[in-house]
Nanobody, 128 residues
Framework: QVQLVESGGGLVRAGDSLRLSCAASGRTFSSTTMGWFRQAPGKEREFVAAIRGSGTSPHYADSAQGRFTITRDNTKNTVYLQMNSLKPEDTAVYHC?????????????????????WGQGTQVTVSS
């Protein structure tokens, strides 16, 4: 059974940093694209970042570019999201995702239905 389990969320102040982790189990994900979406109350799911199985070519939403960094450790079947300079608008439930599909265009990465596996999410709350 495939599972994606997120951790590292919490309550922080604006300007602080957090590091989210996503541990994958049930199979090896070293050749699949993994990433993060987030969903704030009353809003649709929003793409944050993704990274290929090789660990190259990270993709970021404009809102994350320059502040967030996605990395992965295939020896641990884990993907990370380092979030710096957090803002109140970053408040959301952050979901880890993975996909077996080959994503070619940048626009492919931001579509939720292109991801086959989803974690339950971890809450990130940023106070002003």
């Amino acid at each position: 059974q495939v599972q994606l389990v997120e951790s590292g969320g919490g309550l922080v102040r604006a300007g602080d940093s957090l590091r989210l982790s996503c541990a994958a189990s049930g199979r090896t994900f070293s050749s699949t694209t993994m990433g993060w979406f987030r969903q704030a109350p009353g809003k649709e799911r929003e793409f944050v970042a993704a990274i290929r199985g090789s660990g190259t070519s990270p993709h970021y939403a404009d809102s994350a570019q320059g502040r967030f960094t996605i990395t992965r450790d295939n020896t641990k079947n884990t993907v990370y999201l380092q979030m710096n300079s957090l803002k109140p608008e970053d408040t959301a439930v952050y979901h880890c995702v993975a996909t077996d599909r080959l994503l070619f265009r940048s626009s492919d990465y931001v579509v939720p239905r292109n991801y086959d596996y989803w974690g339950q999410g971890t809450q990130v709350t940023v106070s002003s």
